[in-house]
């Protein structure tokens, strides 16, 4: 049973905070409104209202206000802007990363993070992951998929490993390690936002 509290980084009180840090601070100079910040964190708006309004309070997080709309971006000035950049981007990077960078990889009928950071993002207890599994399902260009790997292995400071299978051996579990892999934890990152 997943609790409360991240497996990704005990420091933190939700993997809902981890990904709504983590998609600031990956995007240093962007702006956020609240309601993509909801999006991407999963999390209603209020609840990332009440999150921002006490991180902007610590300093943690910038606002700026349009309108009625609130920008929200990393705050750059604080001074462990650089150690909270690390934590976010180890815990709760891969999901803030790779959803966008596989926008840019065109054959793809599915897509999962498994192994050791899909199981701690479910909630199983472990050593930090060290790397980051990604299961890609179609017929994707080999030069797209490298593009891809190399992107989000310098923006997630780690290796991304990807594997490639297609629709039909991925339907009919047409090897032992995709039996395997079916009943492992995995988490879906094609076409989220």
Do not use: C
Not at 156 to 167: D, G, H, K, Q, W
């Amino acid at each position: 049973m997943k609790s409360s509290f991240s497996a990704l980084s005990p420091l933190l009180r939700s993997d809902a905070l981890g990904l709504l840090m983590a998609s600031v601070y990956l995007a240093p100079d962007a702006e956020f409104t609240l309601s993509d910040l909801a999006r991407r964190s999963g999390q209603s708006v209020a609840s990332v209202m009440r999150d921002v309004d006490r991180l902007v309070e610590a300093e943690f997080l910038s606002e700026r206000r349009v309108g009625r709309s609130r920008l929200v971006s990393a705050n750059k000035e604080h001074p462990l802007y650089f150690q909270f950049s690390a934590i976010f981007i180890h815990s709760h990077g891969p999901l803030a990363v790779i959803p966008q960078l596989l926008k840019e990889v065109s054959g793809l009928e599915g897509a999962f993070i498994f192994g050791s950071w899909a199981s701690r993002y479910r909630g199983t207890a472990g050593p930090s992951p060290q790397d980051v599994d990604v299961l890609l399902i179609g017929e994707p260009k080999l030069s797209a998929v490298s593009k891809f790997s190399t992107k989000a292995s310098d923006l997630l400071l780690r290796e991304v490993n990807p594997v490639v299978v297609s629709a039909k051996d991925w339907k009919n579990q047409s090897t032992a390690f995709l039996k395997t892999l079916a009943k492992s934890e995995l988490v879906n990152v094609l076409n989220r936002e």
